[in-house]
């Protein structure tokens, strides 16, 4: 049994989950794009940028609560995923807009765009932070001027509240998908113990975020001595470099029989490549974020370009909504952090999980 086919069977073992036939139909969330564009028109109105608003004087009129988006950066797939689920989800609400803002990887730039969301008096900050900046400061400051700042890193500080998926379980959800294929094919050989041969390729050699995925996953593949992590490289989140990575791979290890990466994006150049050099069938191959949308994770995963796709939640809707309770509800008192999981996706509960979601939002 191919290593791919058997990777297949292990969800029932490994979750409980699962998408009536037509996709598109039924992901609550593969339509974004389409809801934007059937949103009552009246309820979205023009939202300037914040030197333009005060040039035109629209700041005086616009009484509607800002609910302000720190963003690290908007290149990649997922943070644009977060920035239009906001987009759909604040533009439903009347009396609030959606202010989003992109620091382009620079830590003094968010910080700036923090001090000018506390000036403008904003209703509510979300901080999706620049990786090693220091925010502390001048979330003291917006929390001091009764600005509530929900942090969706588990390494912010001061923030009234967390909200994440803690890379780490990530990185064991994506382990133990590999060691339990393994032990499955080992099964399937008539051999007593899991054997085999891992490649990683994450996205840069410097993020926190990558190197807390890297740390999860390697505690994972230490629960069976037999499988090996024989090649970990940086992509920088591209396909086309993960392309190149992978065939450095091949020359380098000559065989290896998974391969995790840590997007979808990722993985797709590692798909590319695996066909390319006739290895395809052997391989099993995982990648992280299980988006909607055509060539996003759930879709590769649905056409069996991808093996499997951890389910990374968007974290911005739980935001939302612990927002709304805090000023709807002045008693309310939201718990320091809360931590929403990752699920496996794979062929077995990819029905269920397209019907259904994978994840859920916390009680509050």
């Known amino acids: 049994m191919h290593l791919r086919l058997s990777s297949l069977l292990l969800a029932p073992v490994l979750l409980s989950s699962c998408e009536p036939p037509d996709e598109n139909a039924n992901d609550p969330f593969a339509q974004h794009n389409k809801k934007l564009q059937q949103m009552d028109q009246q309820a979205m109105t023009f939202q300037p940028p914040p030197e333009l608003a005060a040039t035109l004087g629209l700041e005086k009129n616009d009484t509607r609560a800002e609910v302000v988006f720190l963003q690290s950066q908007t290149t990649a797939a997922f943070q644009l995923y977060q920035k ?3 987009t759909i989800l604040i533009g439903r609400q009347s009396g609030n807009r959606f202010a989003p803002f992109d620091a382009s990887g620079k830590p003094e730039t968010q910080a700036r765009q923090l001090q000018e969301a506390i000036q403008r008096k904003a209703a509510a900050i979300i901080i999706d932070p620049v990786e090693k900046s220091e925010l502390t400061g001048p979330i003291m400051d917006a929390m001091a001027a009764g600005i509530p700042v929900i942090g969706l890193d588990k390494r912010l500080q001061g923030c009234t509240t967390l909200v994440y998926c803690d890379p780490l379980a990530i990185g064991k959800v994506a382990g133990t998908l590999a060691v339990e294929a393994l032990k499955r094919k080992a099964a399937e050989e008539g051999k007593n113990e899991a054997a085999g041969r891992v490649v990683q390729l994450r996205g840069s050699d410097d993020s926190p975020w990558c190197s807390d995925v890297a740390a999860g996953f390697s505690e994972a593949l230490k629960t069976a001595p037999g499988v090996v992590l024989v090649h970990d490289a940086a992509t920088e989140w591209s396909a086309d470099n993960a392309f190149q990575r992978l065939v450095d791979a091949i020359r380098i290890q000559k065989q290896f029989d998974i391969v995790f990466a840590h ?3 990722i993985a797709q150049g ?5 066909t390319t050099y006739n290895i395809r069938e052997n391989l099993l191959i995982a990648g992280v974020n299980a ?5 996003e994770g759930m879709h590769l995963l649905r056409t069996g370009e991808i093996d ?3 389910g990374r939640p968007p974290l911005v809707d739980a935001a939302l909504e612990i927002i709304m309770k805090i000023r709807k509800d002045p008693g309310f ?3 320091a952090e809360y931590q ?3 699920l496996l ?6 029905d269920h999980v397209t019907g259904n979601g994978f994840y859920s939002l916390p009680k509050l």
Do not use: C, F, H, Q
Request: overall charge positive; glycine content about 4%.
């Open 84 to 86: 239009s689920m906001l």
């Open 263 to 265: 997007s979808d994006t």
């Open 270 to 274: 590692v798909v590319k490549a695996a």
């Open 291 to 295: 988006l909607p949308g055509r060539n």
């Open 308 to 310: 499997a796709t951890l």
């Open 333 to 335: 008192k939201p718990k």
């Open 340 to 342: 929403i999981a990752p």
């Open 345 to 350: 996706i794979t062929p077995s509960n990819l």
